[in-house]
């Protein structure tokens, strides 16, 4: 069986990029097993370049549009 943890490597890239696959054609066949973000408004940080905050910038709201949550930056 794999294993479930991943290194320190593998966390600070994980879903830190855009999937290109997913950009470009719309859909990308590793779905949930994808190492890059299918939301392409908005990405992981990657937790060893930035500081954890507890509280969401008050810029940024999430909105719900046709059953998919969306990043605006008011």
């Known amino acids: 069986p794999l294993s479930q943890n991943m ?3 593998e966390l600070s ?3 830190t990029r855009i999937c290109e696959r997913k950009a470009l054609h719309g859909v990308c066949e590793l779905d949930e097993r994808c190492p890059f973000s299918h939301c392409l408004s908005w990405h992981r940080r990657n937790p060893y370049e930035y500081a954890y905050r507890p509280n969401l910038c008050p ?3 999430f ?3 046709n059953r ?3 990043v ?3």
């Open 63 to 65: 909105q719900n549009e």
């Open 68 to 70: 998919k949550m969306r």
């Open 72 to 74: 605006k930056n008011n």
């Open 7 to 9: 290194s320190v490597t």
């Open 59 to 61: 810029n940024v709201v």
């Open 13 to 15: 890239r994980f879903r």
